[in-house]
């Protein structure tokens, strides 16, 4: 059974910095993509980054340059360190793992699927 639990989330000011975790557990091979999705209040859910088991990455346009996914293969931790934070940056950030492609998990449209497991999410608030 596939464990996701995020943690990092909170309130930071325009042009501050976060860095989410997400403890992994349960996946098996299969599950070899893991990403990071965002949703807002009255907007859909969109991937953010994702990232293969080689390391291979991928962003939305809207976070290229600002953000950044990564993970600990030795922990099973998943991280999305963020930087230049905007406003309308603020939702609820989840993590997930899902089946190949990798790069669909960042395609405008794809909220996720059967294949993908989340965690419960934790809340990022970007404002003045």
């Known amino acids: 059974q596939v464990q996701l639990v995020e943690s990092g989330g909170g309130s930071v000011q325009p042009g501050g910095s976060l860095r989410l975790s997400c403890a992994a557990s349960?996946?098996?091979?299969?599950?070899?993509?893991m990403g990071w999705f965002r949703q807002a209040p009255g907007k859909e859910r969109e991937g953010v980054a994702s990232i293969n088991r080689d390391g291979s990455t991928t962003y939305t346009d809207s976070v290229k340059g600002r953000f950044t996914i990564s993970k600990d293969n030795s922990k099973n931790i998943l991280y999305l360190e963020m930087n230049s934070l905007k406003p309308e940056d603020t939702a609820m950030y989840y993590c997930?793992?899902?089946?190949?492609?990798?790069?669909?998990?960042?395609?405008?449209?794809?909220?996720?699927?059967?294949?993908?497991?989340w965690g419960q999410g934790t809340q990022v608030t970007v404002s003045s």
């Open positions: 997930a793992v899902d089946i190949p492609p990798c790069d669909r998990l960042i395609k405008p449209g794809y909220g996720g699927s059967w294949s993908t497991d």
């Open positions: 349960g996946y098996t091979a299969r599950n070899s993509c």
